[in-house]
């Protein structure tokens, strides 16, 4: 299935459109649901954060204060990164235990190996600040340029390298130390 046309749902959602907001929620959920689930450590709290989100999502399409300066993908990518930021803030980062995987359901396309180096490797996200790791999530993970980044953590290009820079080395002397 094509990804939907998420500006047209968008200013559909705008003219009051409300059931045009169903096609925005189904375009994105897996792609916003992994990266919630990335920043704040696990399954449960990314459902919390992508509610929240789209909660908020919804009310500034419905009152048209969504500006279209950006995509809705990147506006929307902004609005689950800064829940999820805020969640984490008001919390204290917990790593993932093996009863509060990031995969609700286990998928038996990964060997038993691999969950465990998935597993390791959300561990040692969990261990660098969320700044850090919103920024490494979202280049490595979610593909988005330097530009991108910066656009959807509303920071210069500058801060997101930077901060790039230190979660790197956070994570190679988390490696060497293993």
């Known amino acids: 299935m094509a990804d939907p046309d998420l500006s047209l749902l968008a200013r559909r959602v705008a003219k009051g459109d409300v059931e045009a907001f169903g096609g ?42 969504f500006d279209g300066r950006s995509s809705v993908q990147t506006w929307l990518y902004r609005i689950v990164s800064n829940a999820a930021i805020d969640a984490t803030r008001r919390r204290r980062a917990r790593p993932v235990s093996d009863t509060d995987e990031l995969q609700p359901e286990a998928d038996s396309s990964v060997d038993p190996d691999g969950r465990l180096a998935l597993r390791e490797l ?42 790039l820079i230190r979660a790197r080395a956070n994570l190679n002397k988390r490696r060497d130390e293993t």
């Open 24 to 65: 925005i929620v189904r375009g994105t959920q897996g792609r916003l649901f992994r990266l919630a689930a990335r920043l704040s450590g696990s399954a449960s709290d990314a459902e919390d954060v992508l509610q929240e989100a789209y909660v908020k999502a919804f009310n500034a399409l419905r009152d048209q204060r």
């Open 122 to 163: 959300d561990e040692w996200l969990s261990e660098l600040s969320v700044e850090q790791r919103t920024v490494l999530v979202l280049r490595a993970v979610e593909g988005f340029s330097t530009a991108e980044t910066a656009d959807i953590l509303g920071c210069s290009e500058g801060a997101v390298e930077q901060r």
